[in-house]
């Protein structure tokens, strides 16, 4: 972007000497611009695209401002400058050094639980040990929040009833570990945490200048990276009343504390708003202004046309707010991606989902259940990678968890003793088992203090199965023996070796994906699903339902087959997958989004829904941890989306709950209900 292009604010932060510099940029005052600006200015003052590091909070918006570059530099050029998210920065200069599989933790969460499974806890007291989900997601914000305290005094701090099953959980996370290791999985914290361990390596740093995007979301982690990066110049852009993240670990002092810890570093402000009329805007500041001031700022509006105020809707029942909007949004004549619905609870999103689509109204929901979250999606992606990679100790035991009777522990059991069968390959263990091994399963390990307790297996014989219909080839292999494997285990692990015996990794992912929801090892899973989605309160399954289940999942699998048209290669479709799952949505129509979603977003027309006290704020979240005044920076961020119009919506009862409502603090601190009591 010329610079000539930019206000005198802009031009002056694009201009800013090398060495420490924070812009503060307010919603709608155009740091894309600015961000874009100083890497022109950069470069035309002699930085080489290869010195200059550009992190950003999605690889979406760094493709955004590398293209924007495009129109005046030349192609070869840009491509030439390291941009995109800390995750995708780390994950690129790390598969270049070594062999790394980068995993989703939803993947990794079914590994930990393979071994949380294994443990008892003796509890002498009556506090109930986390659950293996909970406890993967607790080291995950660990190692986020905090890069100096031990695992046992954070806990201790955190939640200190829990310390009776410290060690416990740290020999589970260190066995998680080690397993990780052996099949080179990472995880987003292995990437960040191993690129920082090779960043303090080097002695000088690989980047003249680094930009930050999203400053304010900068976790104690990724605030160690850039520690550990010590450009010579840095350049973070941010604003302290949009940090929304404190639940991933997000830390606000990292941007508070700037001056303290940069004392000869240089602040800029962006204060004139390109984005909301002034009204909008005005409602925006009456709110977030309650919240601590740290850097002083006041914004100036630039958008002179008159949209009207923000609008205050008032429903009697819950149901009855979601049908209003769906009417409203029904009567309004601009297209449907200029209109967002704006959401603080994910419950709020099914309602208005199913009120809009009611009425024949298309939606493009982002920030609730994602498209890659759904299981068929999940499952048919673990089919690809584990063709792609048999080694694949997650994917095989994900498989193995949609089978009745096989846990994940089992599923462990039955992935290490076809490696053993195969010596070492997975695929040759089903296909062409070593038939001199009888007993391929080993017995467990017995530490009491640690919850491991003798494990004892009586095998059982392979004949128990073969009145079933098994493959020739598959009926008296060895995995067969495990006394704990069902009739649904062996009928799926046969399914297994036909999808073995038809497949090769060489095959272009969309003909992968197109044959692969025809065979048994798909079908089953999809007609189990689409049963468990059928099934009334009462137990009876609805065929109409039941039918309509599996259409959604047969357009789940058509959508994946779109995304795989684009690639050849099924290892570079699975790393796309992964990498960049959580920046796509499904359909189109009108935006539904989270708070978190919507940020870096702007629509014409919005409406923010359920605010409610208890809702928005979020009371439970804020017993949790959270706080009101994070609550308040997600009220300010939803508000500061709409760029014309702004409709606050609330509800003052849920029928069905029989919960009655009052209206969100946020709408008498904003002044559109009046009279609020503290």
């Known amino acids: 972007m010329p610079l000539s292009n930019l206000n005198s604010q802009q031009k002056e932060a694009c201009q800013a000497p090398s060495g420490h510099n924070l812009i503060i940029a307010s919603a709608g005052t155009g740091k894309t611009s600015t961000i874009v600006g100083r890497i022109s200015f950069l470069l035309q003052n002699g930085i080489s695209p290869h010195e200059i590091l550009l992190?950003?909070?999605?690889?979406?918006?760094?493709?955004?401002?590398?293209?924007?570059?495009?129109?005046?530099?030349?192609?070869?050029?840009?491509?030439?400058?390291?941009a995109g998210t800390f995750h995708a920065v780390a994950y690129r200069y790390l598969k270049a050094k070594d062999s790394i599989i980068l995993k989703q933790p939803r993947e990794l969460k079914v590994l930990f639980k393979s071994l949380y499974d294994r443990r008892v806890f003796l509890n002498h007291s009556e506090i109930t040990p986390y659950g293996a989900n909970y406890l993967y997601d607790l080291f995950s914000l660990y190692f986020n929040a905090t890069t100096s305290e031990d695992f046992t005094g954070w806990l201790e701090r955190k939640n200190p009833q829990q310390l009776e099953y410290a060690e416990i959980y740290l020999d589970i996370w260190e066995e998680f570990k080690a397993l990780k290791e052996e099949y080179h999985y990472v995880d987003y914290n292995d990437l960040l945490l191993n690129y920082k361990a090779n960043l303090l390596k080097q002695t000088q740093s690989p980047f003249k200048e680094v930009l930050v995007d999203e400053y304010q979301d900068t976790n104690p982690l990724q605030d160690s990276i850039l520690q550990a990066l010590n450009p010579p110049s840095i350049f973070c852009v941010g604003d302290y009343d949009q940090s929304i993240y404190a639940f991933n670990g997000a830390d606000i002092s990292i941007i508070g504390s700037f001056k303290e810890r940069y004392p000869e570093g240089k602040i800029y402000s962006l204060t004139k708003n390109y984005r909301s009329t002034e009204p909008i805007l005005n409602l925006a500041n009456r709110v977030i202004e309650k919240n601590p001031r740290i850097y002083p700022k006041k914004l100036e509006v630039i958008k002179t046309q008159n949209f009207g105020n923000p609008a205050l809707l008032v429903y009697e029942e819950l149901f009855l707010q979601y049908a209003g909007i769906a009417n409203k949004i029904k009567l309004s004549n601009r297209p449907y991606q200029e209109i967002a619905v704006i959401f603080r609870n994910n419950s709020s999103a099914d309602g208005i989902e199913a009120s809009l689509r009611e009425i024949g109204i298309p939606t493009k929901r982002k920030g609730g259940v994602s498209f890659f979250d759904s299981k068929e999606v999940v499952y048919m992606l673990n089919l690809c990678t584990l063709l792609f990679n048999p080694k694949d100790m997650m994917a095989f035991i994900h498989i193995l968890s949609h089978t009745?009777?096989?846990?994940?522990?089992?599923?462990?059991?039955?992935?290490?003793?076809?490696l053993l069968l195969g010596k070492g390959n997975l695929a040759q263990g089903i296909l062409y088992p070593d038939k001199s091994i009888k007993e391929p399963y080993k017995k467990g390990i017995r530490n009491t203090q640690l919850g491991l307790f003798d494990d004892f297996i009586e095998f059982s014989n392979t004949a128990q199965f073969h009145a079933l219909p098994?493959?020739?080839?598959f009926k008296n292999n060895a995995i067969l023996?495990?006394?704990?494997?069902?009739?649904?285990?062996?009928?799926?692990?046969?399914?297994l070796y036909c999808f073995f015996k038809f497949f090769n990794p060489y095959d272009k992912p969309y003909y992968l994906i197109t044959k692969i929801q025809t065979l048994p090892i798909?079908?089953?899973?999809?007609?189990?699903?689409?049963?468990?989605?059928?099934?009334?309160?009462?137990?009876?399954?609805?065929?109409?339902?039941?039918?309509?289940?599996?259409?959604?999942?047969?357009r789940k699998m058509s959508l994946l087959k779109d995304l795989?048209?684009?690639?050849?290669?099924?290892?570079?479709?699975?790393?796309?997958?992964?990498?960049?799952s959580s920046e796509m949505s499904e359909g189109e129509g009108v935006n539904l989004l989270s708070i978190h979603a919507s940020k870096g977003l702007e629509f014409s027309e919005v409406y923010l829904v359920d605010l409610m006290e208890g809702r928005f704020p979020n009371k439970k979240l804020m017993q949790q941890g959270g706080s009101l005044e994070e609550e308040r920076r997600l009220f300010y961020v939803a508000v500061t989306r709409a760029k014309e119009v702004l409709y606050l919506s609330y509800a003052k009862k849920d029928a069905l709950k029989n919960i009655p409502y009052e209206g969100s603090i946020f709408l008498y601190e904003a002044g559109l209900l009046r009279s609020y009591l503290t």
């Open 481 to 495: 023996s495990h006394p704990k494997l069902t009739k649904d285990g062996a009928e799926f692990l046969n399914a």
């Open 564 to 580: 795989s048209t684009h690639y050849d290669d099924i290892g570079r479709f699975l790393n796309a997958m992964v990498l960049g």
């Open 522 to 554: 798909f079908q089953i899973v999809a007609q189990k699903l689409a049963k468990e989605r059928s099934i009334t309160k009462e137990g009876v399954i609805l065929e109409e339902k039941r039918l309509e289940s599996l259409e959604k999942i047969n």
């Open 55 to 82: 992190l950003t909070f999605t690889n979406k918006a760094a493709a955004e401002m590398l293209s924007r570059l495009n129109t005046k530099f030349d192609t070869k050029i840009i491509k030439e400058i390291e």
């Open 470 to 473: 098994l493959e020739e080839g």
């Open 404 to 418: 009745k009777g096989i846990g994940n522990a089992v599923a462990k059991d039955i992935y290490e003793a076809l």
